[in-house]
């Protein structure tokens, strides 16, 4: 499952990308926004899916605002969540593959759709490659976020 949110500055983006996804075969989830409110705030946005992200700790989440910034800012408020911004299908992909986000904030302002849908297309594809010192960087992540 792939959980997708945004805010207004997102929004635009959010609905192609989900339409695009789905035409592909992905299972996901569109958290809303289901229309544009210019005074709604990211961080309830982020928060919802980084919840789900809690619960469902094998699924993946799509953040997408004006710079991805304070969407990945809130979803690494939780525990257990990855989150990381990409500026290219290289760094999504590579996020993943070293880092094992399980969240991608993507900046809507900065990429076309197509951007967007390359890096979020490598990101899914990509898989965690479990070597040695990505495991301890991400015990290290885990002890940091439980205060240790």
């Known amino acids: 499952m792939v959980f997708?949110?945004?805010d207004h500055g997102g929004w635009f983006q959010k609905q192609k990308l989900v339409g695009w996804l789905r035409r592909r075969g992905v299972?996901?989830?569109d958290l809303g926004?289901?229309?544009?409110d210019r005074d709604d705030d990211y961080p309830l946005w982020a928060a919802r899916l980084a919840r789900l992200i809690q619960r469902h700790p094998t699924s993946r989440g799509l953040l997408l605002c004006r710079s991805g910034v304070g969407m990945a800012m809130t979803a690494n408020k939780f525990?257990?969540?990855r989150a990381a911004q990409a500026f290219t299908p290289r760094m999504a992909a590579r996020a993943r593959h070293d880092d094992n986000i399980n969240v991608l904030s993507l900046a809507a302002d900065y990429h076309t759709s197509r951007q967007l849908q390359a890096m979020a297309w490598a990101w899914l594809q990509a898989r965690f490659r479990p070597l040695r010192r990505y495991?301890?960087?991400?015990r290290q992540v885990r002890r940091i976020e439980h205060g240790r």
């Open 79 to 81: 525990v257990g969540v």
């Open 4 to 6: 997708v949110t945004s």
């Open 135 to 138: 495991r301890r960087r991400l």
């Open 27 to 29: 299972d996901v989830r």
């Open 33 to 36: 926004p289901n229309h544009v």
